[in-house]
């Protein structure tokens, strides 16, 4: 008995299904590239017309303007956030955004400026950041808009300088942020001896930097002060991750540009420590974790202690998996590729902060110094 003959209907309807189903498969494999495309500006940055520039003497150029919280020490804090603007078609985001903003506020500056706090009064400009789009590509489009956003910082920290000409100073910045402090360390702070003998520490949270070439001291103990910490972190034995973290690694050069980390080794600073040991260093001494997404600002966050495991190896800082849900990856695509909504070293940074403030206070008393 033959079998029956499938009519025009059902076979355009087989096909229908057939399509569908290998779009559908289309899009979860290649998702994550159409998504980046359709942030890409689409037009050269040479030809592209930034934001305006904003004045740092008006203080809503400021997303903390000179904050202190009850009781913080004397130090002041120069803090550059990372990257929040991911609204496609530009390169840089204009300052006061009301979602790069809404971000900074409820994710970026209780969970990464939050360590901060207890040392003194918080700076942390707005500026004109590089995009996200910028930072998941590697054109020299990308790289020149990074390097713009430099300028922002660089008038920035005149300012807050001139609200400040003495006492401890305190540099810290994430991702985007950190790479743009590293630049100040190299043109600013190294080259100035009366501001390295001010400043306390440097922090390049999340933040890869050529270790042969670190602008200044990077730290070797806690007892040091006037050097820099500087890590990238990846889950222990995530080694795809570890390469691509490296293959895409971004540096600069003696001509203020951004090129490739290539074949030299990336500082880490393990921030558990405070040193450069490349020992492993037991969950115990882990001073905890947060997340304090969405906490308001002086209130302090539960720490969640002896998490992790962690060691500087092949310069980045390797560590074990976090244990609570609370760590685990959240938000939309966009929000997946910017800072982590949670800062696994928060107690760690604190603790960090607290010792080398009160080294450099002890070192100011010391007579002839």
Do not use: K
């Not at 901060?116 to 918080?122: H, K």
């Not at 806690?222 to 895409?248: F, H, I, K």
């Not at 001509?255 to 020992?279: F, I, M």
């Amino acid at each position: 008995m033959s079998a029956p003959r499938l009519t025009l209907r059902q076979w355009v309807g087989y096909v229908g299904f057939a399509v569908v189903l290998v779009l559908t498969a289309a899009v979860a494999v290649w998702r994550g590239d159409i998504l980046r495309a359709g942030l890409d500006p689409q037009q050269p940055f040479q030809t592209y017309e930034p934001p305006p520039p904003v004045a740092y003497a008006d203080p809503r150029a400021w997303a903390m303007p000179d904050v202190r919280i009850n009781g913080a020490g004397p130090a002041v804090v120069f803090f550059v956030h990372p990257t929040t603007f991911a609204a496609a078609r530009e390169w840089n985001g204009p300052i006061g955004d009301r979602e790069a903003d809404a971000y900074l506020r409820r994710v970026v500056l209780p969970n990464y400026a939050g360590p901060f706090a207890q040392a003194g009064a918080i700076s942390a400009p707005r500026y004109r950041q590089a995009s996200l789009y910028a930072r998941l590509t590697l054109r020299d489009d990308a790289r020149e808009a990074r390097a713009f956003a430099y300028a922002d910082i660089d008038a920035a920290f005149t300012a807050f300088l001139a609200a400040h000409p003495t006492g401890p100073i305190i540099l810290a910045g994430v991702e985007q942020g950190g790479e743009l402090v590293d630049r100040l360390l190299r043109t600013r702070v190294a080259p100035d001896a009366a501001l390295r003998t001010r400043l306390v520490a440097a922090y390049l949270i999340d933040t890869v930097t050529a270790r042969d070439r670190a602008p200044i001291p990077p730290c070797s103990g806690r007892t040091q002060t006037g050097c820099m910490l500087a890590w990238s972190q990846v889950n222990e034995g995530d080694e795809g991750a570890a390469r691509r973290r490296l293959r895409r690694a971004l540096v600069w050069d003696d001509r203020g540009r951004l090129v490739d980390l290539g074949g030299r080794e990336a500082l880490c600073v393990n921030p558990v420590t405070g040193s450069t040991d490349s020992a492993q260093v037991e969950a115990r001494n882990h001073r905890g974790a947060t997340n304090a997404t969405g906490l308001e600002w002086g209130a302090r966050p539960a720490l969640m202690a002896r998490e992790m495991a962690t060691q500087c190896r092949d310069g980045l800082l390797r560590h074990t998996a976090p244990r609570r849900e609370s760590f685990r990856e959240q938000g939309d695509w966009t929000e997946r590729r910017m800072a982590r909504p949670y800062n696994l070293f928060y107690g760690d940074i604190e603790a960090d902060v607290q010792t080398r403030l009160s080294n450099w206070l002890a070192g100011q008393s010391i007579p002839g110094r």
